[in-house]
């Protein structure tokens, strides 16, 4: 994985005495609120409804185990002994001093972590496919580009205030895992004809309260020209971008009012300013970040693994786990692997600090060292040797990070909502849990199968309700906390914005009108037809019916 020169280094320690100043001088009374607001976002603090929320990147969503230790001890040196996992790959403290924060972001430092740009109107977290660099399905690895994007935009001086926040994706694969139709920027790698590297541009989506599915401006951009194409974006972005609204300044509303041909027209011709100019990256540059991320020392193995089969004929909790939580690795004899962070009562994507510790623990013994973080909120040791995926799963049971349940509905996306956040007009871990333990019989689920249920504590979407095939927003009503309820929503390469079925419903109601969705499906589906593909065959209609008739 990518590891800091002696610039990176310099950059980030000089980031963080900026900071430690910043913060002194706020805490002193020699900056106000309004002064300290910038500073604070563009270092990844909130203050929240009860404490300072602190939201550390993980840059495509890649650690290293040293770092998972890092953040393990600082969750319990400086919070609560555990830390959340977001839809960005980030992990949020909910509890820090904001005197302490300047210390963590040094001892952030010493791990080649920061949390610059992870909040702020400037460019977020690079996200990028959690499965990258070992899918089976990948075209080109996106790691080296990703990285040269993130060394482009930190702290890039022209697009360090823009009109809102912004997002950009970045997959190498055939099947969509980062939701690159969502975001202001996906940038989709490609080979065209004569094989030569290139990307699918995508802009103008994202979800919040005007979700939106982006739109292709660009088939195929020469690599060579990334740079110089973003440039060309986001300084369209900046020109015309609404700054009076807040509400109408993302990009997303830009394409709309523009529409996307006018738009694409826009970026050309900023582009054809900028072609062949000083951002150009050149081959060599190229391979100088793919050598940053070098194949592990992978065992010649012939295919499955005859002890691993023998297993999971044996042992059927074994296999319910294997059916949902492993996944094909491009390698013989390997496999993925996805630790759940949503076992039943937990607040989905929270982990304690002895169970990073533990997940470090077993990617050194079985996973060369490294850590994915998805924006589903779970992690993934990337390289098992299927021989071993017993002796993990074993270990991982105890722990409470063995529940077989990726993609099933208890592996519920979920925002921190109102019991942390002060933008969210209703709480959603607990109805989280409420609909987890309702459906906390495993052979049910399975029998379910795939559903994606989203939730987010308000319109800003953080938990991407808008593309869950079950989506829960909460809203305020009259004072009170009320669910609106989507069906049909979707992420990847078919991604679909869901359709609220009708009125809101109270807290209490939630696990019920989620149980009525499903018996909907149950009543309908065919053969082996996901939850997903009978609402597109029947539409929303039924289960309207059928949760409305109930409800009276």
């Not at 604070?40 to 602190?54: C, D, S, T, V």
């Not at 998972?68 to 909910?94: E, P, V």
């Not at 060394?151 to 055939?174: C, D, M, N």
Request: glycine share 8%; hydrophobic share 40%; aromatic share 8%.
């Amino acid at each position: 994985m990518y590891r800091y020169d002696a610039f990176d280094h310099r950059l980030v320690r000089e980031r963080v005495a900026q900071f430690r100043d910043q913060t002194r001088r706020f805490l002193r009374g020699e900056l106000s609120e309004d002064e300290f607001r910038p500073l604070r976002l563009q270092n990844g603090l909130y203050i929240q409804r009860h404490a300072p929320m602190f939201r550390i990147s993980i840059p495509y969503g890649l650690l290293s185990t040293r770092q998972l230790r890092k953040l393990a001890d600082i969750a319990r040196r400086y919070d609560r002994g555990y830390g959340h996992f977001s839809t960005r790959q980030n992990l949020q403290l909910n509890w820090p001093r904001l005197e302490d924060v300047p210390d963590i972001l040094d001892e952030l430092a010493d791990v080649e972590m920061h949390a610059i740009q992870t909040s702020g109107n400037d460019v977020r977290n690079i996200t990028s496919d959690h499965f990258a660099g070992v899918a089976r399905d990948e075209i080109v690895d996106p790691r080296p580009y990703c990285e040269l994007i993130r060394q482009w935009a930190a702290l890039h001086p022209e697009f360090a205030y823009l009109p809102r926040k912004f997002k950009i994706a970045v997959t190498g694969s055939h099947h969509d895992r980062t939701a690159v139709l969502l975001h202001d920027i996906g940038l989709v790698l490609v080979r065209n004809a004569s094989g030569d590297i290139g990307f699918r541009v995508i802009v103008g989506g994202g979800m919040g309260r005007t979700p939106m599915i982006g739109h292709v401006i660009r088939e195929f951009l020469p690599r060579a020209e990334i740079l110089n194409y973003l440039d060309a974006i986001l300084r369209t972005y900046n020109r015309f971008g609404r700054r009076d609204n807040k509400w109408k300044a993302r990009i997303k509303i830009l394409v709309k009012e523009r529409t996307p041909a006018q738009f694409s027209l826009d970026v050309e011709a900023e582009w054809s300013q900028l072609r062949d100019g000083v951002a150009t990256v050149p081959d060599h540059e190229f391979d100088r970040m793919a050598g940053y991320f070098t194949t592990p020392p992978y065992d010649v193995l012939a295919g499955d693994d005859a002890s691993y089969k023998s297993a999971v004929a044996d042992n059927r909790a074994f296999a319910n786990w294997v059916a949902r939580n492993v996944h094909p690795h491009r390698v013989p004899g390997y496999a993925i692997v996805t630790v759940s962070l949503k076992k039943t009562g937990v607040p989905p994507g929270d982990a304690t600090s002895d169970q990073m510790d533990a997940i470090a623990d077993l990617a050194d013994a079985y996973s060369f060292g490294e850590v994915g973080a998805t924006h589903e909120q779970n992690l993934v040791l990337r390289d098992v040797r299927q021989r071993d995926l017993f002796a993990v799963w074993t270990r991982l049971r105890p722990l409470g990070l063995a529940t077989p349940n990726i993609g099933l509905l208890t592996d519920i996306v979920c925002c921190p909502g109102g019991d942390f956040c002060s933008l969210a007009n209703a709480k959603s871990i607990p109805i989280a849990e409420a609909i987890a333990r309702r459906f906390d019989d495993l052979d049910y689920l399975h029998d379910i199968g795939e559903v994606d249920l989203n939730m987010s504590g308000c319109m800003n979407a953080c938990g991407q309700h808008h593309i869950g095939h079950i989506g829960i927003l909460g809203v305020d009503k009259n004072g009170s906390e009320w669910y609106q309820v989507s069906i049909g929503g979707s992420q990847g390469n078919d991604a679909a914005l869901g359709k609220v079925i009708g009125p809101s419903f109270a807290a209490k109601d939630m696990p019920d009108v989620v149980a009525r969705l499903i018996d909907t499906y149950i009543d309908h589906r065919q053969d082996d037809e996901r939850f997903i593909d009978t609402v597109r065959r029947i539409g929303t209609e039924p289960f309207k019916e059928r949760v409305y008739a109930a409800a009276h």
